[in-house]
């Protein structure tokens, strides 16, 4: 793991970072984690702060196995927290959207939730989309396809080329590198908190007002194809996008899976690999499971971050910083755009030339 890019400037920074850490072994979906005697025993005694980042995100996941991972592992972990003579705070994070139903979300703890803050000082962390980094570990690193890449990236190949989204509502995205460090300052802020007596508090980091729309997104990163075009493109990159869900799915039909259809059966022909119906099976599938995150919007409270903002020093603040007030939006997604052709599909300027001349034709 630690031999990814990832990690290659903590390990100039810090040479010795590998000594800092105790892997443990555990499975999420096993009783009690199936920690060993002396692990679980390490956890108790040792561990201050836990930041609870395990989940299931796949929204087309069956209850049950989503129930398991997060639901049932979350009560684990309170189980466990119980034990630990210096905890001091648990940070966990959660989805936004698992409220969906309501378009106003604001920052509250529901009666099911009163017994985790008698056992441990609580927050719940709710984030947007969460997408490449900003600044850090380095600008534009990425390491998966989830949220609007599972279908911007297909589209940018020419694979696909229609959408089902609202193109006037806002992107709910955000960089993963600005939510861990609110994460960070959200574990000091409830401790300072509690010990003043406060309540359990709920942090919205979410999107701005003034975050893009989809169609500010999914076109700008077409702009910036047509001066960097992917070399492994299939056919020319086209997005087309509908706010009706019958004729999307007619054209889909038509420019998906028929095109697809017939390029397997050539392949066939040709003893090669049938692959296309599958792959688009796979990002229909992927489609479906986000549109309702594409054609709804969401307003959210974000009162206790813009708080826990201004207690932090100058200092924390340009060490932590998560505030997306004047957030460059335009060079983020320029970032964006290079960071999905490094890092997703390990393309660098060397292709650049080829990749023009082969976009040009």
């Excluded at 190949?157 to 995205?173: Q, S, V």
């Excluded at 802020?189 to 893009?212: A, C, H």
């Excluded at 019958?246 to 028929?258: A, K």
Aim: with cysteine; charged share 20%.
């Amino acid at each position: 793991m630690f031999e990814k890019p990832l990690f290659d400037r903590v390990k100039k920074e810090v040479p010795n970072f590998r000594k800092k850490i105790v892997p443990i072994i555990g499975n999420l979906v096993l009783e009690d984690f199936g920690l060993s005697e002396s692990d679980n025993n390490t956890l108790i005694n040792q561990v201050s702060i836990i930041f609870h980042l395990a989940a299931n995100v796949r929204f087309n996941e069956n209850i049950k196995s989503a129930t398991i991972i997060n639901v049932n592992a979350t009560a684990t972990i309170l189980k466990l927290a119980k034990h630990m003579p210096n905890l001091k705070v648990i940070p966990l994070f959660n989805m936004c959207f698992s409220n969906n139903n309501r378009k106003k979300l604001f920052s509250r703890l529901f009666t099911c939730q009163q017994l985790m803050r008698t056992v441990m000082l609580n927050i719940l962390k709710s984030d947007s989309t969460l997408l490449s980094s900003a600044n850090e570990p380095f600008v534009g690193w990425m390491e998966n396809m989830f949220g609007p890449l599972g279908l911007i990236v297909p589209s940018l190949l020419g694979i696909t080329r229609f959408y089902h989204y609202n193109p006037d509502f806002r992107a709910d995205i955000v960089p993963v590198d600005f939510t861990v460090n609110a994460l960070i300052a959200s574990s000091w802020e409830v401790f300072n908190q509690f010990r003043r007596g406060k309540d359990t508090l709920i942090y919205n980091f979410v999107s701005p007002v003034d975050g893009p729309t989809w169609h500010k997104y999914a076109y700008t990163l077409f702009d910036i194809n047509k001066m960097y075009p992917l070399h492994n493109a299939i056919y020319f990159p086209l997005a087309f996008y509908f706010q009706r869900k019958i004729p999307y799915r007619i054209c889909v039909w038509l420019g998906h899976f028929l095109p697809a259809l017939l390029i397997d059966a050539i392949n066939i022909c040709m003893n090669r690999n049938p692959r296309m119906w599958k792959l688009c099976k796979k990002v229909d599938k992927f489609s479906n499971a986000i549109q309702p995150f594409c054609n709804n919007e969401w307003n959210f409270s974000t009162d206790n971050v813009q708080a826990m903002w201004s207690h932090l020093s100058e200092d924390d603040q340009q060490l932590f910083n998560f505030s997306m007030v004047g957030f460059d939006w335009t060079k983020y997604l320029i970032d964006h755009y290079m960071g999905l052709r490094l890092y997703l599909l390990n393309e660098d300027d060397s292709s650049l030339q080829i990749s023009r001349i082969k976009y040009r034709r």
